[in-house]
């Protein structure tokens, strides 16, 4: 997979204490392969690989980072800039109704990813109404109403037979054309005040003018606050061609990206904002109605390189850390040196970088680190300095000496009982060696060339 192939070309660099041209270029060309083979678009594997080139042979040598962590910190960024950077919300009209139409091809997930929206709208306190505007399909407009059903929204849609009439829209508007139902239903939304519209339209299995001249009268017609195309992220190389077309025939102003889950090589994914130039709002990752997402750049280019948020905790780290203290603790943390002095100094830097929740997820091989950090919020983070600031400083730079007498001296010094003193001083030893084995895994940060 992308992921593997990524990792595999940065792995190379690990342990290396400067990086020479050679290096970068050897790194480089991996980079490229693993992008190539994950079918994104050459252009775009192009222009990313120039820029990681650039960067990294101008990088500077940084007191906290390894020259591998900041290339890796480059091919992040430049990962989460090509996605798009920053998150992109869904845009709402100052006036309801918000119209929303869907484009895309056949199969690619509209009327799957309306039942999504709508269910996820409402959520959001919204009141969203579906239109269903694919009359093409026999089938369409019923798949369009159990959606609606399963996400309990209400769903606009032409009655079998010729015109749109009877019931709750009796607007006389001919149920063959998709445009007048599209335009009846955003008037029914005004009406009964629904703040949102979502228009689910025809696809054809392949790029055709009769589709494109209906999406663009469907456009015209609801003048839509967002035309949102709808692409499945597995077909590969054609994601450029479809979305090319969809931009010079109707228009979008975002991207959904739906079967995320099928694809493991993300190729659509890193092509279709660069090409476009518009970016991705939300991303599908299965049948159900519950699996969609807001699309966050920096989190889809956390799990293409597999590496958690690494690199986040790579950048607070510096802010918080100075690079002499980073490199002594690394070195500690490497040699199975670290006292509970430096314990308690690891675990306040970690508090100055935020709820310890956020962090958890942050660190590569997290399930194991859970076990030692899980259950220290903040309010226990106290507890545990309390009981350090409790030991004499022998006992605090060697643990080992920490028995029963001494463990009850502490307990009563520092308020807390001894069970207490025991679980801080087993999660300590439990952390020792955790650390020791990552540092010796990744490299921490400020161990230059990785502690091996
Ligand atoms: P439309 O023709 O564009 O309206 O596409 P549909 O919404 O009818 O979806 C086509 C097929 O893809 C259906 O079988 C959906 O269940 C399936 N589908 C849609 N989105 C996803 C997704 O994110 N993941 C997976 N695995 N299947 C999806
Ligand atoms: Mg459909």
């Keep these: 997979s992308l992921s593997d192939r990524l990792a595999g070309a940065l792995k190379d660099l690990r342990g290396k204490g400067r990086l020479s041209p050679a290096d970068i270029d050897a790194t480089a060309r991996e980079i490229r392969l693993a992008l190539l083979e994950a079918d994104v678009a050459l252009p775009v594997v192009r222009t990313f690989i120039n820029r990681i080139k650039e960067r990294a042979k101008g990088a500077e040598v940084s007191g906290a980072l390894n020259p591998a962590q900041q290339v890796v910190k480059i091919v992040n960024e430049e990962l989460v800039a090509i996605l798009g950077g920053e998150t992109r919300r869904l845009r709402l009209a100052k006036n309801p109704p918000t119209v929303i139409m869907l484009a895309g091809l056949q199969g690619a997930g509209k ?30 407009v019923t798949q369009l109403q ?42 029914e939304a005004r009406q009964k005040h629904f703040d949102v519209v979502v228009v689910d339209t025809a696809g054809r299995l392949g790029i055709d003018e009769e589709l494109m001249r ?20 597995m077909v590969g190389q054609d994601a450029v061609t479809t979305a090319e077309a969809f931009r010079d025939g109707v228009g979008f102003t975002g991207v959904v990206l739906t079967k995320l889950d099928g694809d493991a090589r993300g190729g659509a994914a890193l092509s279709v904002r660069e090409i476009t130039g518009q970016p991705i709002l939300f991303a599908s990752t299965g049948e159900k109605l519950e699996d969609f997402d807001v699309f966050h750049p920096d989190r889809m280019s956390s799990r293409i390189l597999g590496m958690g948020d690494l690199l986040t905790l790579i950048e607070q780290a510096e802010q918080v850390y100075d690079a002499q203290q980073a490199e002594e603790a690394a070195r500690k943390m490497g040699s199975g040196e670290l006292t509970l002095e430096d314990f308690l100094e690891q675990m306040l830097a970690i508090r100055k970088m935020g709820p310890i929740g956020n962090l958890l997820g942050m660190l590569p091989g997290a399930g194991q680190m859970k076990d030692a950090l899980a259950q220290v919020d903040d309010k226990q983070l106290d507890r545990v300095q309390a009981i350090i600031r409790g030991m004499t400083p022998g006992e605090r730079a060697n643990p080992k000496i920490i028995n029963a007498s001494r463990r009850l001296r502490i307990a009563n010094g520092s308020g807390v009982s001894v069970s207490d003193v025991n679980q801080l001083v087993d999660r300590f030893f439990e952390a020792r060696k955790m650390m020791s084995a990552m540092s010796r895994q990744f490299g921490m940060p400020g161990a230059r060339g990785g502690t091996k």
Aim: with cysteine.
């Design 146 to 187: 159990v959606v609606g059903e399963r996400a309990g929204v209400s769903v606009f849609a032409p009655h079998p037979g010729t015109s749109v009439g009877g019931g709750d829209n009796a607007l006389g508007v001919s149920a063959a054309d998709p445009i007048e139902v599209a335009k009846a239903g955003v008037e």
């Design 111 to 140: 009327t799957t990813l309306a039942g999504k929206l709508a269910k996820w709208l409402k959520g959001q306190g919204h009141t969203p109404l579906l239109v269903a505007c694919d009359l093409q399909r026999p089938g369409a």
């Design 214 to 233: 209906q999406a663009a009268g469907i456009r015209d017609a609801v003048q839509p606050d967002e035309t949102l195309f709808v692409l499945d992220a």
